[in-house]
């Protein structure tokens, strides 16, 4: 599986972004997916994730009501929108995919549950 995200640049606070994750490969199109951010000398963290049917997210604290993760099954990507920004949601932000198991109906907010990693784009907020 490869991922293959988009979308970063630069914002002023308050503005809004769309990062979009492509998902390519032989199983692309079972995956439970997330986003993660990380800042330079800090622990990369969970920002968001969806279950395969779409059905079933979840959000970390400081983005929960201002940021939405969606998918289009059809076209094996996820998006994260990013409203009412802020200059702390400055980071590198990742996109991870893991193999769905349908016994699973909680999104995993580790880093380690994901097999799948997208290369990073730089997210920038300036106040």
């Known amino acids: 599986v490869q991922l293959q995200a988009s979308g970063g640049g630069l914002v002023q606070a308050g503005g809004s972004l769309r990062l979009s994750c492509a998902a390519s490969?032989?199983?692309?199109?079972?995956?439970?997916m997330g986003w993660f951010r990380q800042v330079p000398g800090k622990e990369r963290e969970f920002v968001a994730g969806i279950m395969l049917s779409g059905g079933i997210t979840d959000y970390a604290s400081p983005v929960k009501g201002r940021f939405v993760i969606s998918r289009d099954n059809a076209k094996n990507t996820v998006y994260l929108q990013m409203n009412s920004m802020k200059p702390e949601d400055t980071a590198v932000y990742s996109c991870?995919?893991?193999?769905?198991?349908?016994?699973?109906?909680?999104?995993?907010?580790?880093?380690?549950?994901?097999?799948?990693w997208g290369q990073g784009t730089q997210v920038t907020v300036s106040s």
């Open positions: 490969g032989r199983t692309s199109s079972s995956l439970d």
């Open positions: 991870a995919a893991k193999g769905h198991r349908s016994f699973q109906i909680i999104v995993p907010t580790r880093g380690l549950d994901y097999s799948y």
